[in-house]
């Protein structure tokens, strides 16, 4: 059994949440797709441990993390949707006075 913080910092070490968003996506990181890749390692960081250790040792962590990717980005209910995406939706530019 791995550690939750051990198996992030690998998966962060390869990049494999930037390039799955970047992918999904289709387009370069943008602010909007960081928090993306900020929220999925959130999330990862709240995954159950053994769980997340058997998807690491199993050689899944790419198939997971796109679901969780596709999940968050293509949903309008996603946690991901209602912080960052709503928000930025309703901001308004202040004005240089």
Known sequence: ??????????????????????NTARRSLTPELRDLCQEIYSILLTYDAERLSDIYEHGEMGFFIARIVMN?????????????????????????E
Do not use: C, W
């Open 72 to 96: 968050q980005y293509r949903s309008s209910t996603s946690p991901f949707h209602t912080l960052y995406r709503k928000y930025n939706l309703n901001a308004k530019p202040l004005d240089d």
């Open 1 to 22: 059994m791995t550690d939750v913080r051990d198996i992030v910092d690998a998966v962060g070490r390869e990049r494999l949440v930037e390039t799955i968003v970047q």
